[in-house]
């Protein structure tokens, strides 16, 4: 449980998705920077089919992720996890995630693990998608989106 929980939070942590969908209404910017994923955010991610990802982290603009926490379930197991995790924003909307995690609870209590995921704003940054990017991971293309609150 440990690596997929550790590849899970990378991917939620997250957050983060290539769904690609967006909005009609998105704000055009023409070039982005770390400045454009600030705030609050939730997120989710399915995965696999018994199991997901739900939590919350804060962004600071200046390409770290704190207050990061989430529930993750699956395989009959639930536990909870602080996340931390720094960012880069490149121009062109995309960017890079690496994020720690910390088992909180349950067996296993204390274990840590870390990860990387691909990212993709969406709307100035009122939401960015994801896909975790660890390669050999158990859940390899994890797709999860975030919202800012």
Same mark, same amino acid.
């Not at 395989?75 to 909307?93: I, K, M, Q, R, W």
């Not at 209590?109 to 990212?119: K, Q, Y």
């Given at each position: 449980?440990?690596?997929?929980?550790?590849?899970? *939070?990378?991917?939620?942590?997250?957050?983060?998705?290539?769904? *690609?969908? !967006?909005?009609?209404?998105?704000?055009?910017?023409?070039? %982005? #920077?770390?400045? #454009?994923?600030?705030?609050?955010?939730?997120?989710?991610?399915?995965? !696999?089919?018994?199991?997901?990802?739900?939590?919350?982290?804060?962004? /600071?603009?200046? $390409? #770290?992720?704190?207050?990061?926490?989430?529930? *993750?379930?699956?395989?009959?197991?639930?536990?909870?996890?602080?996340? #931390?995790?720094?960012?880069?924003? %490149?121009?062109? $909307?995309?960017?890079?995630?690496?994020?720690?995690?910390?088992?909180?609870?349950?067996?296993?209590?204390?274990?840590?693990?870390?990860?990387?995921? /691909?990212?993709?704003?969406? /709307?100035?940054?009122?939401? %960015?998608?994801?896909? /975790?990017?660890?390669l050999g991971g158990e859940v390899e293309g994890l797709v999860s989106m975030a919202k800012r609150q």
């Open positions: 449980m440990k690596k997929i929980s550790g590849t899970l *939070l990378i991917s939620a942590g997250i957050a983060i998705s290539f769904m *690609l969908l !967006w909005s009609s209404e998105s704000t055009a910017i023409s070039t %982005f #920077n770390n400045g #454009n994923l600030k705030g609050d955010y939730a997120f989710a991610a399915s995965a !696999w089919p018994d199991g997901g990802v739900a939590g919350r982290l804060t962004a /600071d603009g200046a $390409g #770290n992720i704190t207050n990061g926490f989430l529930t *993750l379930a699956g395989g009959g197991d639930v536990h909870h996890e602080s996340l #931390n995790c720094t960012y880069a924003v %490149f121009p062109d $909307g995309t960017g890079t995630m690496t994020c720690h995690t910390m088992k909180l609870d349950g067996p296993g209590m204390g274990d840590t693990a870390s990860g990387t995921s /691909d990212l993709v704003l969406v /709307d100035g940054g009122k939401e %960015f998608y994801g896909i /975790d990017t660890n």
